[in-house]
């Protein structure tokens, strides 16, 4: 695959064609996602979850990110690498700066920040310095203290409005790209229509620009009852390169989510 960037992902917009972005944290999954021709791969801190054992997100640090990213990068073939600001790095916009700058010299290509119109100037200042910035809006995992458990964001008139007035403002204040998750499907159309840079989905239905997973739920390899949103392509796979490949086959295609997989 030839290197994807964010003028490759942005035109993918533009022409109506769909992309995947799946996670990886080390050197030898970074391979197996992007030789299997995902467009992107996320570091995320879900890394603290599915990699460390931990309940939450909270606990990963910017030097376990840096490290991972790095790994990652090592490893990759071509994709986008997308890599998570963790808890608490981005609590004022100098502590994003030097956040930002030690994941993007790790290998980090467009960094990840949770949050809605209170991001506006971290984001603008991010990208002033040619940093790109991913917003990720709805359920937001860094706050699941604040929003009481992992729940569905959106669901009332008042809390929707005020996402696509948010979305609207990031992308104004220099967001190249919105990862939604967990909004019903309805709103993150409704988001995905209203701006013009990517907007990644998961648990967002299937009309957003894109879709993400993190690998382990994909592979079947998460204890307990996988999320509405998840599927198993380990299932009908012979290799886990083959499920990396259906997955970003079945998102290219649009057959991947279907509607089943998001929320009213
Ligand atoms: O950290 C992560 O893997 C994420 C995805 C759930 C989108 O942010």
Redesign the pocket.
């Known amino acids: 695959m030839s290197n994807i960037n964010l003028h490759t992902l942005t035109a993918r917009k533009q022409a109506g064609e769909k992309f995947a972005v799946l ?1 990886a944290y080390d050197a030898c999954f970074a391979h197996l996602v992007s030789e299997a021709g995902n467009e992107m791969i ?1 570091v ?3 890394l603290g979850m599915v990699l460390q054992g931990h309940d939450s ?1 909270l606990p990963v640090s910017v030097e376990e990110m840096a490290y991972h990213t790095a790994s990652v990068a090592r490893g990759n073939k071509g994709s986008m690498i997308m890599t ?1 600001l963790p808890f608490m790095s981005y609590a004022t916009p100098e502590q994003a700066m030097d956040s930002a700058a030690a994941l993007m010299a790790a290998g980090g290509q467009i960094v990840k920040i949770e949050g809605g119109a209170w991001l506006a100037e971290t984001v603008s200042l991010l990208a002033e310095r040619g940093i790109p910035v991913c917003a ?1 809006m709805g359920l937001t995992p860094q706050a699941v203290n604040k929003l009481g458990g992992y729940r569905v964001q959106g669901r009332d008139r008042d809390s929707a409005k005020q996402m696509i007035e948010d979305a609207v403002l990031l992308e104004e204040s220099g967001a190249s790209m919105l ?1 939604l ?1 967990c909004v019903p499907s309805l709103l993150a159309r409704e988001i995905t229509q209203a701006v013009d840079i990517p907007v990644i989905g ?1 648990g967002a239905g299937p009309d957003t620009d894109a879709q ?1 997973l ?1 690998m382990h739920d994909m592979l079947g390899l998460t204890p307990g009852r996988p999320p509405k949103f998840v599927k198993n392509f380990m299932a009908d796979a012979d290799s886990v390169q083959d499920a990396f490949k259906a997955y970003g086959d079945a998102v290219r295609a649009g057959t991947f989510p279907g509607p089943e997989h998001g929320f009213e």
């Open positions: 996670t996320l995320g801190d879900s997100t998570d990720h990862l998750e998961i993400v993190v």
